[in-house]
């Protein structure tokens, strides 16, 4: 199947940052968007200014902690568009502390929500897509999912590796099918998530938006976003050995 041809489009998070920039573009090219987030008024807001100039808006209320209530969302979203054609998990957070320091509660929240909240979505998503024999689930990771970072980004890292993880698996398994898994790997763009990072590789929203669009649109198995700095520099993480990289992260 064409990407041109994904023209119903659900995306979770969507009420801020990536999740809002990404339904901005799409809202532009006249897709069919099914919008979900924990702040509904937000969300709501959202859909009606992207109302004239998207094919169709529909919004829910989703935390995806609460995993029992994501089938069900996915469902009546589905029905609202008529149908899927992409699921976008990338309802995340960004909290995170060093282990062993006492703040446990931090560093099992991000978990919770980054990897058993994307795995709800996923089994949603692709029940979906299973019945239907066709659809494009694109997961979105991070950059930290090539290496394990340190200090309070340890546990986000490790989420973000557990979705990278589960979206190869995926790809492995429908592999030649109507089915395609893309896994995105955002490096720091500008969003509440990286508020307080300072760095000269923070890419603005808008552009490293477009960028997550782009890759999103071909249907890549695994991109890097942008993909400068970020091709070479995950290269390196990959491949080099451990004494050099841990200076890097």
């Given at each position: 199947?064409?990407?041109?041809?994904?023209?119903?489009?659900?995306?979770?998070?969507?009420?801020?940052?990536?999740?809002?920039?990404?339904?901005?573009?799409?809202?532009?090219?006249?897709?069919?968007?099914?919008?979900?987030?924990?702040?509904?008024?937000?969300?709501?807001?959202?859909?009606?200014?992207?109302?004239?100039?998207?094919?169709?808006?529909?919004?829910?209320?989703?935390?995806?902690?609460?995993?029992?209530?994501v089938r069900g969302v996915f469902t009546e979203l589905a029905d609202d568009i008529g149908g899927l054609d992409r699921v976008?998990?990338?309802?995340?957070?960004?909290?995170?502390?060093?282990?062993?320091?006492?703040?446990?509660?931090?560093?099992?929240?991000?978990?919770?929500?980054?990897?058993v909240g994307a795995l709800a979505q996923v089994e949603a998503a692709m029940e979906i897509f299973r019945a239907q024999d066709?659809?494009?689930?694109?997961?979105?990771?991070?950059?930290?999912?090539?290496?394990?970072?340190?200090?309070?980004?340890?546990?986000?890292?490790?989420?973000?590796?557990?979705?990278?993880?589960?979206?190869?698996?995926?790809?492995?398994?429908?592999?030649?099918?109507?089915?395609?898994?893309?896994?995105?790997?955002?490096?720091?763009?500008?969003?509440?998530?990286?508020?307080?990072?300072?760095?000269?590789?923070?890419?603005?929203t808008g552009k490293g938006v477009a960028a997550m669009v782009s890759a999103i649109e071909k249907e890549t198995a695994w991109?890097?976003?942008?993909?400068?700095?970020?091709?070479?520099?995950?290269?390196?993480?990959?491949?080099?050995?451990?004494?050099?990289?841990?200076?890097?992260?």
């Open positions: 199947m064409s990407a041109t041809t994904r023209q119903r489009i659900l995306i979770t998070g969507a009420s801020s940052g990536l999740g809002e920039g990404m339904a901005r573009e799409f809202a532009g090219m006249g897709r069919d968007l099914a919008l979900c987030a924990r702040r509904l008024d937000r969300l709501d807001a959202l859909a009606a200014e992207l109302r004239p100039s998207a094919g169709q808006v529909a919004t829910a209320r989703l935390d995806v902690t609460e995993t029992d209530s976008i998990v990338n309802a995340g957070l960004g909290k995170g502390a060093p282990i062993g320091t006492g703040m446990a509660a931090a560093n099992l929240e991000t978990v919770q929500t980054n990897l066709h659809g494009h689930l694109v997961l979105i990771s991070s950059m930290s999912a090539v290496r394990g970072l340190p200090r309070a980004q340890a546990a986000y890292s490790a989420s973000k590796a557990g979705l990278s993880a589960l979206g190869q698996g995926l790809q492995a398994e429908f592999a030649g099918s109507a089915i395609t898994i893309s896994v995105i790997a955002p490096g720091y763009i500008e969003t509440d998530i990286n508020r307080g990072v300072t760095t000269a590789m923070m890419t603005d991109a890097p976003v942008p993909r400068w700095p970020w091709v070479p520099i995950a290269a390196a993480l990959r491949h080099l050995p451990s004494s050099i990289t841990r200076r890097m992260v």
